[in-house]
């Protein structure tokens, strides 16, 4: 059983195009998040869910549009793809954000290459 | 400016030996949390370790120990025995509510360890 799993893995698409990505945790953990991981590494926070509400939001650029139907799920829609969209975007949960201890579970990452 | 400092891109170990990667850190805050995560080359981010500010004494997990000195806000991890499979991209990263939010990890840049058979 994945603990957090995102699909899809990878995600090849034409500049321009509208894509999404889903994630869905089964830890029963009430924070989601997505973060974006660029070429040189870099992991940046893009958006924070909490109980389905909108914690964090990165200035990301509004063709990021995230969605959480319900504290299982947060999936993240891009619009107008760019090539400077082409990432790794994980999706990750915690069960205590607001703790100390705010160990995040990362999914496997969805590797995004805008052409 | 930058919260997390990871100053070592690239760092190499031989087999059985110990080696220490380097973390230091910023925040007014009096209350954070400072973890270390592990991506190996299959993409994956694993959790290795935890160290508040307020405990008292070093984090250890198995092979792994954090090397925490408050004072110089350093949060070293030290990977005791290194192993093959220990060669991957290792991240520090802190809760700090300083920076508007306890809900965010801010990530360092990273430090890629080899180590060597």
């Known amino acids: 059983d994945t603990a957090v799993s995102q699909t899809p893995k990878y995600l090849v698409t034409q500049m321009g195009n509208d894509k999404s990505i889903k994630c869905e945790q089964n830890?029963?953990?009430?924070?989601m998040y997505w973060y974006k991981q660029d070429s040189k590494k870099f992991l940046k926070i893009m958006f924070s869910y909490n109980n389905k509400e909108l914690i964090i939001n990165e200035t990301v650029p509004n063709r990021f549009s995230p969605k959480s139907p319900d504290k299982a799920h947060l999936n993240l829609h891009i619009n107008s793809l760019e090539l400077g969209d082409s990432a790794v975007y994980f999706c990750?949960?915690?069960?205590?954000?607001?703790?100390?201890?705010?160990?995040?579970?990362f999914g496997a990452g969805s590797r995004l290459t805008v052409l | 400016a930058q919260k997390i400092t990871q100053t070592q891109p690239g760092m190499f170990v031989q087999e059985k030996e110990a080696v220490t990667l380097d973390c230091t850190y910023d925040?007014?805050?009096?209350?954070?949390?400072l973890f270390w995560y592990k991506q190996p080359s299959s993409g994956e981010m694993i959790f290795l370790i935890y160290?508040?500010?307020?405990?008292?004494q070093n984090a250890t997990e198995g092979r792994y120990s954090l090397n925490f000195q408050k004072a110089r806000k350093s949060a070293n991890l030290v990977i005791s025995a290194s192993q093959l499979g220990d060669s991957a991209m290792y991240f520090c990263?802190?809760?700090?509510?300083?920076?508007?939010?306890?809900?965010?990890?801010?990530f360092g840049k990273g430090t890629l360890l080899t180590v060597n058979p």
């Open positions: 830890l029963g953990h009430d924070t």
């Open positions: 925040t007014s805050d009096p209350s954070y949390g």
């Open positions: 990263a802190m809760r700090d509510p300083s920076g508007g939010s306890n809900y965010k990890l801010t």
């Open positions: 160290q508040g500010s307020y405990d008292q």
């Open positions: 990750a949960s915690s069960q205590d954000p607001q703790g100390r201890a705010n160990v995040l579970t």
